[in-house]
Structure formats: C-alpha cells, structure tokens
C-alpha cells in the first residue's frame, strides 16, 4: 500500500505502521515530543537575527495599513481614504534607507487592503521632501569601501538601487489611485516619488528639482523614465535634468507636471482630500480596472492597451458594480455604496 491510498479516519506514512490520529493525540511520547519541539522552535526565534525576526514581524502585521513605521504616518480621515505621511520633518523628509523600505511595505499593504480605495500621499514638516538622505551616501561610500573585489561592489550597488526603485515603484504598481500633495521642497527623489503616483496636487509654495546631476549622479529610480511621460516635452525635459535647476509650482502646472496649484498647504490638502473622497465613492473595481490598463497601456501601443482592457472587462462587466452603477446613473439617486474589493 502507498501513501496516496487511505482511508476515512486513517493517516498512511510509507515504510512505518499506519496510526490513527485519536490515539497518536493520547499518546504521551506524543505530547512529550511535540512540547520538546515547541520549545526548540521557541528558543530558536529568540535567537534568530534582528533582519529575519523583522521579516516575521512585517508578514505578522502586513495586513494592518497603520502599522507603527519609523519613517511615516498612516491614517484614514475618511472611509476608503488613506492617507500617508512622509514623517523624518527633522530631516526634511530626506528619504533614508528606512523610508525606502517602509514605503515599499506600505504601499504594497494598501494595494490589497479591501478598506483602501484611494491613497494621498503627503508630508509633515516645512518641506515635502528634500530628496535622498546624503548622511546614507556617504555612509555608503564607507561600505563600498570595505569591498576589495570590482565585481562584488558592482552586485551590492545593483541590489541597493534596486531597493529603492522597487520601494517607489510600489506607488505605480498599487492597485489604489495614489495622490501626491506637494508643498514646499520637492527635489531628488521626490520627482522619482510624485512621477510615479497617478496625481499631482501642489500649493503655490511649492517647488521642484531633478537635482541628482548636482551630486554628482543621474537619477535611477524613476525621474528619467517617467518625467517624460507626465511632462511630453523632451526638450524641456532634458533641459531640468541637465542642470539639475528649480521649477516652480506654477511652471510644473504649465508643463503638466502638476493638474491643480492651490493658494496653501491648508487649501492643498482640503483639496486632495476632496479628489480622494471623490474617487473613493466610486465602483472600486472601476477605478482599479482603469488604473491597471492606464498603467499598462503606457508604454505599449494602443492595440495591445485595447487588447489588454478587452481581457479585463469580459469579466469585470459581470460585475454587481455595473449594474448598481447604471441604476443610479438612470435613477438620478443617491451615490449608491459599493461592496469591498
């Protein structure tokens, strides 16, 4: 006999004596094996690295958006809107290894957290965000140094960069419309952070920077491959890249950089908050059907973004929101309120 055959209330091992489970669980060597084993596996967690036992913690709390980061604030001011805050306002919101690796966490609970239908993303303190921490890059550069080998430093270097393009491409690829409300400084990495959201809200007081060429490096986690896209201009596009030189809010609204300037940062976030409300009203499977193809379609050719959205909506047309959707549309009624997604 195998182990692929048994019965109701048996339980086959190959090669040992077939047990049932009601007298292995009155067994006392059982037990007693069982109980040593807990505490082996006890005593190994107490024991096991800060990196792995962070790692268990982070899957333990993946589902829970507000959990208690170092770098950022999550918060819910209204149902379905969640809002996120860049929180080092000590640092100018510089983003240090931490913040990288938070956002990335963050975004990706949001993504799949059936009470988030809309993400603002903004900051605390005078500035949105001053860009890279250089206190890691130079923190870096003593790593780098300690690794004699050309090669190896390469590898580390490509898993660094990696990091961070994964921890801000996280805003792109989450399922949830995500809003970026800028006041202040927003130079570095905060272009790579607010190219990769889906909208862009500032306040007059607002002003920006490819600035990575003034450090002394090209941008690598988004502002080269995105910036393009939000702007449409290649010339002026080049131009800020260049020279790494201030832009205003209102020229980042005549670029299309931005889609709304508003007088102040109280106003800004009043108005970003009403966008998400909007938003998050809304058919969840719409919206989220509409971000994933615009996403998709946008470095592909039209055919393939039409293709694309034909594969979707043969199923999501099925979907209860249609029909609750059109209702209302016919009727004039209320806003009708649609199930978790």
């Known amino acids: 006999m195998t182990a692929l055959q048994y019965k109701k209330k048996d339980i086959l091992f190959p090669n040992t004596k077939v047990k049932r489970w009601k007298s292995m669980r009155k067994n006392k060597m059982f037990m007693n094996r069982f109980a040593r084993t807990s505490n082996l596996v006890t005593r190994h967690l107490l024991t096991m690295p800060n990196s792995r036992l962070m790692s268990s913690k982070m899957l333990i709390e993946h589902n829970d958006p507000c959990t208690n980061y170092e770098t950022l604030a999550v918060s819910s001011p209204k149902p379905f809107v969640f809002q996120v805050e860049l929180n080092r306002p000590q640092r100018y919101n510089a ?60 590898i580390y270097l490509e898993r660094l960069i990696k990091l961070y393009q994964d921890s801000l491409s996280s805003l792109e690829n989450c399922t949830k419309p995500v809003i970026s409300a800028v006041h202040s400084a927003c130079v570095g990495a905060g272009i790579d ?102 996403v998709y379609s946008l470095s592909r050719t039209n055919q393939e973004g039409l293709d694309h959205i034909r594969e979707m909506n043969k199923l999501y047309l099925q979907s209860e929101d249609l029909a609750i959707g059109a209702a209302a549309q016919l009727t004039k009624g209320e806003m009708p309120a649609f199930s978790k997604l």
């Open 95 to 154: 983003i240090n290894k931490q913040m990288w690796m938070e956002i990335k966490s963050c975004f990706e609970t949001l993504s799949t957290n059936s009470d988030c239908r809309v993400i603002i993303l903004k900051a605390a303190g005078k500035h949105f965000t001053a860009g890279i921490d250089l206190t890691d890059m130079m923190q870096l550069g003593q790593e780098l140094s300690e690794i004699d080998d050309v090669a190896r430093k390469g």
């Open 193 to 294: 952070m607010i190219t990769a959201s889906d909208i862009r809200y500032c306040s007059e007081d607002a002003f920006f920077s490819v600035k990575e060429v003034d450090v002394g490096m090209a941008a690598d986690v988004g502002t080269l491959q995105r910036l393009p896209k939000a702007i449409g201009s290649q010339s002026l596009v080049r131009e800020l890249c260049y020279t790494g030189r201030n832009f205003s809010s209102s020229e980042a609204y005549n670029c299309g950089l931005i889609s709304k300037v508003f007088p102040n940062r109280n106003d800004l976030l009043i108005g970003a908050l009403e966008l998400a409300d909007s938003i998050a009203q809304k058919s969840p499977v719409a919206v989220q059907a509409t971000k994933q193809n615009l």
